[in-house]
């Protein structure tokens, strides 16, 4: 598991959608894909629900991950900020 899966997983499930958030992270939509399919692999269970049309929805798995997630990349930006701070940096 990449620190970037979880950046791309969050902005997937911010739209619901992998073309527009391929799109907000200037990424290819099947490079994005692949990544997402990798990090549902990693775990080893479904994050998304995915309808007729390409159309997702994160399900009871990804609610919960997203949560977490969410929490794990706001720790790590708070982090780098102070280190950052700390260093004269900011």
Not at 22 to 27: D, S, W
Not at 60 to 77: A, C, D, M, P, S
């Amino acid at each position: 598991m990449e620190i970037s899966q979880l950046y791309y997983f969050k902005t997937v499930a911010k739209y619901q959608s992998f073309t527009r958030a391929a799109e907000e992270l200037h990424i290819t939509q099947s490079a994005l894909s692949r990544s997402v399919a990798q990090l549902e692999g990693d775990l080893g269970i479904q994050l998304f629900e995915r309808k007729k049309g390409g159309k997702i929805t994160l399900n009871r798995n990804g609610n919960f991950f997203l949560h977490y997630v969410v929490q794990v990349l706001n720790t790590l930006e708070n982090t780098v900020s102070a280190v950052k701070e700390m260093a004269g940096l900011e």
